[in-house]
């Protein structure tokens, strides 16, 4: 019986590790997206609250904000955001990247979605930026894997290093939101 659940434990250890981490993929793209619910918010708060976070967002949300409906509640914006990630344990590589972010807003509740990613290699030739949309060179470092385990590994703390920090986007717009919601109440 013991070495029935180790077997099964270092199968699904086995398992665990040779699975790529998943980026997430709507129709061919990548895009990150999430719904949050506002009870007793209505579509037009939502609207507004949403309008004041992608402002307080982006230093100039007149640059930022491509498409503004509210009739319909929706807003679409642009921008840019960077991070600094360890991928190698050795060297600490900047990732810049612009993207498109739209914020549907029904009653109690808000889509927010990232979108169109564009990285923007800046190492490569420092004179003059390289955009590369993200699905490729998503779909690059992937075939870079075959059978190596620490290649796997790599790409999947790659892969982890772009979900958290384009879930934490969303999550920032989410708390702008929700600042906005709390002032208004005074």
Same mark, same amino acid.
Do not use: C
């Given at each position: ?52 976070? *992608? ?61 169109? *990613?564009?990285? *923007? ?66």
């Amino acid at each position: 019986m013991k070495q029935l659940i180790l077997v099964l434990f270092f199968i699904s250890a086995i398992a665990a590790v040779s699975k790529a981490q998943d980026i997430p993929y709507v129709d061919d793209r990548i895009v990150y997206e999430h719904i949050f619910d506002f009870p007793g918010s209505s579509k037009d708060e939502l609207y507004s609250f949403s309008k004041i976070s *992608i402002a307080d967002a982006f230093v100039n949300a007149n640059y930022v904000v491509q498409s503004d409906d509210s009739e319909s509640g929706i807003i679409v914006g642009k921008g840019v955001t960077s991070f600094v990630r360890d991928f190698k344990n050795l060297l600490k590589l900047p990732r810049k990247f612009k993207f498109s972010v739209r914020i549907d807003s029904k009653d109690e509740r808000v889509r927010i979605r990232l979108y169109d *990613i564009i990285y *923007i290699d800046e190492l490569s030739n420092p004179r003059r930026n390289t955009e590369i949309p993200f699905e490729l060179l998503e779909q690059s470092e992937r075939q870079n894997i075959g059978k190596s385990k620490r290649r796997l590994e790599a790409y999947n703390k790659k892969s982890e290093a772009y979900n958290d920090h384009f879930y934490s986007l969303i999550v920032l717009f989410k708390r702008g939101i929700e600042k906005q919601k709390t002032e208004s109440d005074w």
